[in-house]
Every structure is written in structure tokens, then in C-alpha cells.
T-cell receptor, first 111, second 113 residues
Framework: GENVEQHPSTLSVQEGDSAVIKCTYS??????FPWYKQELGKGPQLIID?????GEKKDQRIAVTLNKTAKHFSLHITETQPEDSAVYFC??????????FGKGTRLHILP | NAGVTQTPKFQVLKTGQSMTLQCAQD?????MSWYRQDPGMGLRLIHY???????DQGEVPNGYNVSRSTTEDFPLRLLSAAPSQTSVYFC????????????FGPGTRLTVT
């Protein structure tokens, strides 16, 4: 069945360094690739998404890249800050009423 | 707008008890869903609804019932609680056809003893 694999499950980086989270998907019909951030004790919140007709998208310190041929997409956070500590979920959707989430990455920003 | 609201925030049940987790949204979203979140397992879809009067099963529906009598409300019922249902439950909503843009509630932490 359709699947989204996410790596790593845990990531620790020094404050100020960059963090990269990678995902692969199996459904070739997927064309929306959102990323969610879940802070402690809260529900996930959409932070950025990329569509299949775009290879890269940036929003301040966050960038997402997509390689449709290889079915890979990634989240890049530069100049990490303590408030970036959270669980991040990637997901894939065809743009209908179905979305498949990855299992999440717990990001720790070390002082 | 309040967005997606869930009650209660915390609940402790004994095995065999039943209860209803409440979820409401004020964004007029057609699509609503329930997820459970367990350590290392990510978000697993329990049930979803594409509109009032329409519900369907997700990945892990056993032991749970849902109904959708209005656009705003989507309660999740545990029929006979089991320790395996100890989890954090999230309700989410989105516009129809826009599942990639989900709005999540704050969650209900349920413990079954």
C-alpha cells in the first residue's frame, strides 16, 4: 500500500547548525508534500508544503526540496534555534481527501 | 475562530468503560478525521468523514465508533476501553480535496488502566 518513510527518527544538532530530514514516498500519484511541526503538548501544525511542479521552496530559515523521479523530498532548517526543537512529520497527498504521514522525526537543538 | 477544539484534554478510564471524545471545528470544513499518536508509530488514522452523514474507516478503526450529524462536530466513541487504547488522540479538519492542509486540535491524552 501507499507508504511514506521518514529518516532519521531522532536528530540532534548544535544551535546555529543546519538540520535535514528526509522522506520517501511510494504513491507516484502524490503531488502535495506538506511538512508539519508538533511542539510539546500540542497538535501538529502545517509549516510548509511543496507541490509536484516545484523542485524547491523556501520560507525564511526553512526550505523543502522535491525529487519526483526518485520520490524523495526533504526539509532543511538553517541557523537552528531552540524553538525549532519539536517533532516534524512529512506527508504525501494526491490533493484529494487522503494524506499519508511519515512516522516523525524528533529534533533536539543543543545549546 | 477557535479552529479545532477537543474535550477533554486528559482522561483516565478503567478497562471496559465507554466514553466519547468530543471534537468541533468552526471553519466549515467538510473533511474531519481522528488520529491516534503512539511513541514511534506516528499518526495513525482511526476514522474519517468527508461530510455530514458520511463516515469511513481508517487504518486502525477497531474498538472505535464515529458519527457525523453536523458539519461542525465529529465525536469519537470508545465502546469498551482497553489498555491498548492508551494513547494521545487528535482530531483534524480540512477543506474537501485539501487533505494536505490539515488543522489539528490540541489532543486528548487517554489512559486506560
Amino acid at each position: 500500500g501507499e507508504n511514506v518513510e521518514q529518516h532519521p527518527s531522532t536528530l540532534s544538532v548544535q544551535e546555529g547548525d543546519s538540520a535535514v530530514i528526509k522522506c520517501t514516498y511510494s504513491d507516484s500519484a502524490s503531488n502535495y508534500f506538506p511538512w508539519y511541526k508538533q511542539e510539546l503538548g500540542k497538535g501538529p501544525q502545517l509549516i510548509i508544503d511543496i507541490r509536484s511542479n516545484v523542485g524547491e521552496k523556501k520560507d525564511q530559515r526553512i526550505a523543502v526540496t522535491l525529487n519526483k523521479t526518485a520520490k524523495h523530498f526533504s526539509l532543511h532548517i538553517t541557523e537552528t534555534q531552540p524553538e525549532d526543537s519539536a517533532v516534524y512529520f512529512c506527508a504525501a497527498s494526491r490533493g484529494d481527501d487522503k494524506i499519508i504521514f511519515g512516522k516523525g522525526t524528533r529534533l533536539h537543538i543543543l545549546p | 475562530n477557535a479552529g479545532v477544539t477537543q474535550t477533554p484534554k486528559f482522561q483516565v478510564l478503567k478497562t471496559g468503560q465507554s466514553m466519547t471524545l468530543q471534537c468541533a471545528q468552526d471553519m466549515n470544513h467538510e473533511y474531519m478525521s481522528w488520529y491516534r499518536q503512539d511513541p514511534g508509530m506516528g499518526l495513525r488514522l482511526i476514522h474519517y468523514s468527508v461530510g455530514a452523514g458520511i463516515t469511513d474507516q481508517g487504518e486502525v478503526p477497531n474498538g472505535y465508533n464515529v458519527s457525523r450529524s453536523t458539519t461542525e462536530d465529529f465525536p469519537l466513541r470508545l465502546l469498551s476501553a482497553a489498555p491498548s487504547q492508551t494513547s494521545v488522540y487528535f482530531c483534524a479538519s480540512s477543506r474537501q480535496g485539501n487533505a494536505y492542509e490539515q488543522y489539528f486540535g490540541p489532543g486528548t491524552r487517554l489512559t486506560v488502566t
